[in-house]
């Protein structure tokens, strides 16, 4: 299966304060603030949720293509994910704009200032999968990316009859009812997060019998708890995968959606299908970074049956 990951491709900058923020703010200065932070450390990190899903979905051997606009400082992140399989032959590099970047900066309280720079992201509106791609792939998966890109890439997957998955992630805050009723309309499946799921409720009116209704498959995932499949009438708990530890939970929607994305290309049932996005999201909560985690097919199929039984199926993914 010929697939399409649209969405954020982005630079994560993480860095460590020693100290603790709410020493240096004065109360009453706070009108004309100004202040630096000198930092220990500073790690830099590949990331952007589409990227991270066509990570992981090349570590199981498939080659998924990207659909993201990028900057000129896009040249050593092209070649980390070329390296580990993914096609970045539909990704859009704009020269006068850098990568999306996110700035991290947390002190010893675990408390965070964070920036994010749209960059090149905020350019995604002006194209469309036509522009990157002669043939129509099988499957598009809309992850969090420019609002207005999102609600486009939709828009042209129905008007060319392209299935897709809508995952719009940490934008449910900034898409408004209407453009996430909008967005469902015609699509094969919604995954979402349990507190994702609550915001859509909210904003747009639909209730969870709603959104069953308009969509194949509703996807519900929630973290240490397990996933949710609810399709038609039936609903399927999935539990999740214990990690040996959780390092960080960056990305881990991200891993459990490659997985997903995985099982629907190989034609297996769609609870193997979830079943395996839970224990690629256990192997992202395993190591710090979003693209840090490894694993062989033939690893990640033994690390499986050890707790679930796939009834042979994943025999496919060791050829």
Known sequence: MDTLV?????YDYLMRFPGRFQQHFIPDELHHMSLSFLVDDMTKHWGGVAANIAFT?????????LMGTVGRDFGDYRQWLEGNGVDC????????VFTASFFSNTDEDNNQLAFFYGGAMNLARNF????????????????????VAMSNLCEECRDRGLP????????????????????LEGAYMLVVNIYEASVIYEKTGLSLDDLRERVEALVITASEHGSKIHVRDETIEVPAFAPEFIADPTGAGDAYRAGLLLGLSKDLPLKLSTEVGALSATYALECVGTQNHNFTPAEFVARFRSSADDCGLLDQLLG
């Open 6 to 10: 649209t969405g954020s491709i982005a």
């Open 57 to 65: 979905m090349a570590k199981f051997g498939l080659r998924p293509k």
């Open 89 to 96: 032959s539909t990704v859009v590099q704009l020269e006068d």
């Open 128 to 147: 469309r999968i036509a522009d990157v791609m002669e043939a129509s792939p099988d499957m598009v998966i809309i992850s969090p990316n420019d609002p």
């Open 164 to 183: 897709f998955i809508y995952d719009p992630g940490q934008q449910v805050a900034r898409l408004t009812g209407d453009e996430l009723r909008r967005g």
